[in-house]
């Protein structure tokens, strides 16, 4: 039942990408942390059936996201005249783009345990 809190973040997930195609970082940024704050709160919430190992895994990749966030922070900054580092929006969309492929790994070695 408590799987049902990853339906928003995913749709969430793809509403971020959206409007990053659309040209709204900000709006693009303020949907990644939702999704993220959502997959967080359910990674605390208690796991009776996840072994340990899953949950580390899930947390490293929680980690990974929280770097792209941070990263994403840095090329707003320099979108918006803030920053002199040119480097952060690709190192963004590199982190983004390991974050993604990750995280598609990650369901699909979930959506197998269960049975699907």
């Given amino acids: 039942m408590l799987d049902l809190i990853l339906l928003p973040a995913a749709l969430l997930l793809a509403l971020g990408l959206r409007s990053v195609r659309r040209g709204d970082p900000r709006h693009h940024g303020h949907l990644m942390t939702a999704a993220f ?24 990749l929680l980690a990974l996201a929280a770097a792209t966030i941070l990263l994403g922070r840095q090329a707003l900054a320099w979108r918006e005249g803030r920053s002199r580092r ?6 963004h969309r590199a982190a983004g783009t390991f974050t993604l492929v990750m995280l598609a790994l990650a369901t699909l070695a979930w959506l197998l345990r269960r049975g699907f």
């Fill in 37 to 60: 704050t959502l997959v967080g709160i359910r990674l605390v919430l208690p796991f009776p059936y996840l072994p340990h190992r899953h949950r580390n895994l899930g947390l490293a």
């Fill in 86 to 91: 040119a480097a952060f929006p690709r190192l």
